[in-house]
Nanobody, 115 residues
Framework: QVQLMESGGGLVQPGGSLRLSCAVSGTSLLIPHMAWYRQAPGEQRDLVARIGPGGATDYLDSVKGRFTISRNNAKSSVYLQMNSLKPEDTAVYYC?????????WGQGLQVTVSS
């Protein structure tokens, strides 16, 4: 059974940085599609960034130039480096992977940007 273990959330001041990590266990196969989503209170869950098996990336417009998604296939892990954080980035962030046509989610990380 594929499981996702997330780490790295927390409280940060505006302009600060955080790095989210997500480690996938339960499979030895390459995970082709990995992504980060976020959901603010009362809002829908939005795709923040995704990365394909070859490293191609895609970002939500509002985070372009500030967030960077990366992956380490040897460690079955995906990361989200978040710089120049803004209060509007406050949300629960979820790691998401697609494996054998099934979608798996992490438990969610609270990220709060506040002074």
């Amino acid at each position: 059974q594929v499981q996702l273990m997330e780490s790295g959330g927390g409280l940060v001041q505006p302009g600060g940085s955080l790095r989210l990590s997500c480690a996938v266990s339960g499979t030895s196969l390459l995970i082709p599609h990995m992504a980060w989503y976020r959901q603010a209170p009362g809002e829908q869950r939005d795709l923040v960034a995704r990365i394909g098996p070859g490293g191609a990336t895609d970002y939500l417009d509002s985070v372009k130039g500030r967030f960077t998604i990366s992956r380490n296939n040897a460690k079955s892990s995906v990361y989200l480096q978040m710089n120049s954080l803004k209060p509007e980035d406050t949300a629960v962030y979820y790691c998401c992977v697609v494996h054998r046509q099934r979608t798996f989610w992490g438990q969610g990380l609270q990220v709060t940007v506040s002074s």
